[in-house]
């Protein structure tokens, strides 16, 4: 599968299932453009991608020559037959490569993968100081009562995690709510076990933090810069567009609450990883100003999120607004291109690809790994596939004493993958979303197996961007 666009000035070209990236002339472009409308590699007559011998003469002759027919018949308006014949042999060494026309990843070639259970999300808390209006977790409850995990709980769930991890040795545990500092003692005392136990078991604990940053205080901030790998600190940008979207229980805006500690809290992190997370809606479509807005404040790990929620939500992202918001994508790329090597550089999340290797195939195919690699545990030690999923009865897996008692459900998002999408079949960013948000598809079609149209076509201008981004920085160096 071949994937191509125009940015910033390039003219790119993406093989889909090889993952390799080509800057290319407008002879280049028009050609393999050519090519891939006439589907000229699927001819068994002229030989597949996977069936070109490169010991015969013979055959990599009569490639070329077909490759040059195809590109006279259909461009002799715009270029040479000399030009032709050069740009047919560049391909075919590129095909030979591997890295143009490659072939399909097959189903087969992650069968072999074994999942285990190397990541999870720790409901520290399900209770929140904060009233943000676009709350999945309807405000930390995720439907259900306000409750604190215990710390015999949590221990439970380190033990499970480090039971069901098989040779793993590096295991992610994410501190996660509502707000979780409202559970901070517990929080710590888990950790202080997590490290007990990790030298026993021979393996590694990597906590994470995700915090509104309320309850934020001089002992947090040199406890997470000292234990976590990762903390996330939410905040939506402008005070207006935070203020609106973010506000405590009486209604008051929390930016001026968090803002002067998030800033505290990264000045001493040095460079262990953070990011500022944030939520656009309809509200501030033109997001690209607040993520501005995070990096004159000194930020320089940065995230903003689209909001998901059902059409009818005031704030819910519509069909008609994704050309406004793909142009601001197109905008962000180009300031942090311009940034590149100066102090206003930061980095965004959605931009962050592995263009170079990246994950293995079955990493790729599979994606997060939720209910299977990655599970969620509740306050009072429930195992669902994923935090989004918390809450709804029927994707109940087990528990943190008994272990997985859902083995059907949990096969199911064994077999999610992008070969379950039909969607993604035709779709060249389906190795970097890897089928998408699981929990999206089944807000939108009660299918975990169905696509989330919207995030999609988001999805997929981020993947061009990114892509952009790494071409410009690679010439620019």
């Known amino acids: 599968m071949i994937h191509q666009f125009k940015s910033n000035g390039y003219n790119i070209v993406l093989d889909v299932e090889s993952g390799s990236i080509h800057v290319v002339d407008e002879l280049a472009y028009d050609s393999i453009n050519c090519l891939n409308r006439k589907g000229i590699f699927e001819l068994k007559e002229v030989g597949s991608v996977a069936n070109i011998a490169k010991?015969?003469?013979?055959?990599?002759?009569?490639?070329?020559?077909?490759?040059?027919?195809?590109?006279?018949?259909?461009?002799?308006?715009?270029?040479?037959?000399?030009?032709?014949?050069?740009?047919?042999?560049?391909?075919?060494?590129?095909?030979?490569?591997?890295?143009?026309?490659?072939?399909?990843?097959?189903?087969?070639?992650?069968?072999?993968h074994t999942p285990v259970v190397k990541a999870l999300?720790?409901?520290i808390a399900h209770d929140c100081n904060l009233a943000c209006k676009y709350c999945f977790a309807k405000e930390g409850?995720?439907?259900?009562?306000?409750?604190?995990?215990?710390?015999?709980?949590?221990?439970?769930?380190?033990?499970?995690?480090?039971?069901?991890?098989?040779?793993?040795?590096?295991?992610?545990?994410?501190?996660f709510g509502g707000e979780p500092l409202m559970n901070w003692q517990v929080v710590k005392?888990?950790?202080?076990?997590?490290?007990?136990?990790?030298?026993?078991?021979?393996?590694?604990?990597?906590?994470?933090?995700?915090?509104?940053?309320?309850?934020?205080?001089?002992?947090?901030?040199?406890?997470?810069?000292q234990e976590m790998e990762n903390v996330v600190l939410s905040l939506d940008g402008r005070r207006e567009i935070n203020d609106k979207m973010r506000p405590t229980g009486n209604g008051k805006g929390s930016y001026d609450v968090v803002v002067p500690k998030f800033q505290e809290f990264v000045k001493n992190r040095g460079d262990r990883e953070y990011f500022i997370r944030g939520t656009f809606t309809r509200e501030n479509l033109d997001f690209v100003k607040d993520i501005k807005h995070f990096a004159q404040l000194g930020f320089k790990?940065?995230?903003?999120?689209?909001?998901?929620?059902?059409?009818?939500?005031?704030?819910?992202?519509?069909?008609?607004?994704?050309?406004?918001?793909?142009?601001?994508?197109?905008?962000?790329?180009?300031?942090?291109?311009?940034?590149q090597g100066s102090e206003e550089e930061f980095t965004f999340f959605h931009f962050l690809l592995d263009l170079e290797g990246g994950p293995c195939v079955a990493k790729r195919v599979?994606?997060?790994?939720?209910?299977?690699?990655?599970?969620?545990?509740?306050?009072?030690?429930?195992?669902?596939?994923c935090h989004q999923f918390v809450g709804q009865e029927e994707f109940l897996l087990g528990n943190v004493e008994e272990g997985i008692l859902g083995p059907e459900v949990q096969e199911k998002f064994y077999k999610c993958n992008v070969y379950s999408k039909e969607e993604c079949q035709s779709c060249?960013?389906?190795?970097?979303?890897?089928?998408?948000?699981?929990?999206?598809?089944?807000?939108?079609?009660?299918?975990?197996?169905?696509?989330y149209e919207i995030g999609c076509k988001m999805e997929q201008k981020r993947v061009e961007c990114a892509i952009m981004l790494e071409v410009a920085n690679l010439i620019l160096m």
């Open 55 to 112: 010991t015969s003469v013979e055959k990599d002759k009569t490639l070329r020559e077909e490759v040059s027919k195809v590109l006279k018949v259909n461009l002799i308006h715009l270029y040479s037959e000399i030009q032709f014949q050069e740009v047919a042999e560049e391909i075919e060494e590129l095909i030979e490569a591997g890295l143009l026309f490659s072939p399909l990843i097959m189903k087969e070639e992650i069968q072999n």
């Open 366 to 385: 599979s994606g997060c790994g939720a209910g299977t690699e990655y599970l969620a545990v509740t306050p009072s030690g429930g195992l669902y596939p």
């Open 121 to 123: 999300c720790l409901h």
């Open 189 to 225: 005392e888990l950790v202080a076990y997590g490290r007990e136990q990790e030298k026993k078991a021979g393996k590694n604990f990597r906590f994470t933090l995700t915090t509104n940053g309320v309850l934020l205080n001089q002992e947090v901030m040199d406890f997470a810069n």
């Open 428 to 451: 060249f960013a389906k190795y970097y979303c890897s089928g998408g948000c699981m929990a999206n598809s089944y807000q939108f079609h009660k299918d975990i197996n169905k696509i």
């Open 141 to 175: 409850e995720y439907h259900g009562k306000r409750e604190l995990m215990s710390l015999e709980v949590g221990k439970k769930a380190l033990d499970f995690l480090i039971a069901h991890s098989g040779n793993r040795r590096n295991l992610e545990v994410d501190f």
């Open 301 to 339: 790990q940065l995230s903003m999120e689209p909001v998901v929620l059902e059409e009818q939500d005031e704030l819910a992202i519509r069909e008609e607004d994704l050309q406004e918001i793909f142009d601001q994508y197109d905008e962000l790329a180009t300031v942090m291109m311009e940034n």
